[in-house]
């Protein structure tokens, strides 16, 4: 039995009411919020922290393969899964993969993913969606698009949805597309796009998986798919014969926006929180063609715990002030970021000799007596052993804040920088910048974790390391 072994999602601590998004520019809202990644977020640190609800539990060192899927991913020559599986700890010998190009990568990694498993190639492997796209600003497309990511483990064993059928095709139409040159996704005329692109194609997918499992609209608890707008997914429901009430999985237009590339799975993360053992579920994808899957749940779902889910981290936010706080994350125009900006300056060199400590972030155990460093030194500071220790990592780990200060003047998009010092769990001190937080609502005693961020560009590469962040 090949199928969905575990799952997780992301979506940003932060919200945009759309109708900022009007006032700016003097047009109506459509109603609702979006997600907004931080300006220390990308596509990379979102898949990282989707990976991270995915993987609670598990066993790193049994997954073979990590397959990353996106449209916006920080390099156009530099593979971001293997960022991604540096940061996890991943063993090794992981197959890396960077799927991109279409909104319907993370579906084709997935067909990828199930196909090694049921190959014998890999015994589990890990696929993580992940977008952080851009409308123009003053468009539609700028209200619509949100940031998010998933993760769904695929292995053979403990699986809590099986696959049962797939389908794929592909369709050459210029809809919506971006060339390496543009910021901003652009747009065919709606009418086009939505007629001949997307609604011929959905169709056409859902109609021969359903023909060729021999089922009907009534054998399946939820329908899945890709929509642009909320609109165009009731009516296409409809004409798939789905009850748009009953059957139609939410796709969280109002609290989270079309987050492209992650929008199928991430709705799927959504459907598995709520679903009973042997449900069927639907799942389609547009983007230059179009898949189709139908999963059926297992047993096993019944004990599934873990993933804080897509539910966890919409009922967990915080609301950007204004559309101008939204351009001075998004850097859409030259903003101030502090009275006494620093030179950025980095070492490739120094990346790579310290990547277990920067991008994994291990820690050291003396192994004479026990106590947990970070950085790790050769010499333990508490019992003066020398290079006796081993490397453990500490990104799970929560921990309680000790102490912090506030910085009106230092160089961020966020004023003000917050400098913290963390007693993770095991008595480890760990120094780290505060993200995700209200300035006004830090208090000592607090419990933070570990997240993954950016902190900043230098040297034409981008430089990554551990902020903490106040519980989500």
């Known amino acids: 039995m090949v199928g969905i072994v575990s799952y997780g999602a992301y979506a940003p601590f932060y919200r945009l009411k759309r109708e900022e998004i009007a006032k700016a520019w003097g047009g109506a809202s459509i109603g609702g919020e979006k997600a907004v990644a931080n300006f220390d977020e990308d596509s990379i640190t979102m898949a990282v922290a989707a990976a991270m609800d995915c993987l609670k539990g598990a066993k790193r060192d049994e997954i073979d393969v990590l397959y990353l899927a996106t449209t916006t991913s920080p390099y156009k020559e530099k593979q971001a899964a293997a960022v991604v599986a540096g940061a996890l700890d991943l063993p090794r010998g992981v197959l890396t993969g960077d799927f991109t190009g279409s909104l319907r990568v993370a579906t084709i990694a997935l067909r990828a993913a199930i196909d090694a498993v049921k190959a014998g190639s890999a015994r589990n492997v890990l696929?993580?969606?992940?977008?952080?796209?851009?409308?123009?600003?003053?468009?539609?497309?700028?209200?619509?698009?949100?940031?998010?990511?998933?993760?769904?483990?695929?292995?053979?064993?403990?699986?809590?949805?099986?696959?049962?059928?797939?389908?794929?095709?592909?369709?050459?139409?210029?809809?919506?597309?971006?060339?390496?040159?543009?910021?901003?996704?652009?747009?065919?005329?709606?009418?086009?796009?939505?007629?001949?692109?997307?609604?011929?194609?959905?169709?056409?997918?859902?109609?021969?998986?359903?023909?060729?499992?021999?089922?009907?609209?009534?054998?399946?608890?939820?329908?899945?798919?890709?929509?642009?707008?909320?609109?165009?997914?009731?009516e296409m429901a409809k004409k798939l014969g789905f009850d748009p009430k009953m059957q139609l999985q939410d796709p969280m237009f109002a609290q989270l926006g079309n987050t492209g590339a992650a929008f199928a799975l991430m709705m799927l993360a959504a459907a598995l929180d709520e679903a009973e053992p042997g449900n069927r579920?639907?799942?389609?994808?547009?983007?230059?063609?179009?898949?189709?899957?139908?999963?059926?749940?297992?047993?096993?779902?019944?004990?599934?715990?873990?993933?804080?889910?897509?539910?966890?981290h919409l009922e967990s936010k915080g609301t950007l002030r204004s559309y101008g706080q939204y351009v001075r994350y998004r850097?859409?125009?030259?903003?101030?970021?502090?009275?006494?900006?620093?030179?950025?300056?980095?070492?490739?060199?120094?990346?790579?000799?310290?990547?277990?400590?920067?991008?994994?972030?291990?820690?050291?155990?003396?192994?004479?007596?026990?106590?947990?460093?970070?950085?790790?030194?050769?010499?333990?500071?508490?019992?003066?052993?020398?290079?006796?220790?081993?490397?453990?990592?500490?990104?799970?780990?929560?921990?309680?804040?000790?102490?912090?200060?506030?910085?009106?003047?230092?160089?961020?998009?966020?004023?003000?920088?917050?400098?913290?010092v963390v007693n993770l769990e095991g008595g480890c001190r760990f120094y780290s910048q505060m993200t995700d937080r209200d300035p006004e609502k830090i208090q000592i005693g607090m419990t933070v974790e570990p997240t993954f961020r950016k902190m900043h560009e230098a040297e034409g590469y981008h430089n990554y390391f551990w902020k903490c962040r106040p519980l989500r």
């Not at 125009?333 to 980095?346: D, K, L």
């Open 281 to 312: 579920i639907l799942l389609a994808n547009y983007g230059d063609g179009c898949d189709a899957y139908i999963f059926r749940t297992t047993d096993a779902i019944k004990g599934f715990t873990g993933p804080r889910g897509i539910k966890g």
């Open 127 to 234: 696929v993580v969606a992940s977008e952080c796209r851009l409308g123009t600003p003053g468009s539609d497309l700028e209200q619509l698009f949100g940031d998010g990511a998933a993760a769904f483990l695929i292995g053979g064993s403990g699986v809590i949805a099986e696959i049962e059928g797939a389908h794929t095709h592909f369709d050459e139409i210029i809809d919506l597309w971006r060339t390496v040159d543009d910021d901003f996704v652009k747009s065919w005329e709606d009418r086009f796009v939505l007629d001949k692109g997307y609604s011929l194609n959905v169709k056409e997918a859902v109609s021969a998986i359903m023909r060729t499992q021999n089922l009907g609209p009534s054998d399946l608890a939820k329908a899945v798919f890709y929509t642009p707008d909320a609109r165009r997914h009731v």
């Open 331 to 420: 850097q859409l125009m030259p903003v101030e970021t502090g009275r006494r900006r620093p030179a950025p300056v980095s070492s490739a060199v120094t990346l790579w000799r310290d990547r277990q400590m920067l991008l994994s972030l291990k820690g050291a155990k003396c192994n004479g007596c026990g106590r947990l460093f970070f950085p790790p030194q050769r010499v333990c500071v508490y019992c003066q052993a020398k290079d006796n220790y081993e490397m453990v990592g500490l990104s799970g780990m929560k921990g309680d804040l000790y102490t912090f200060n506030k910085d009106q003047l230092a160089f961020t998009l966020d004023p003000p920088l917050v400098l913290s």
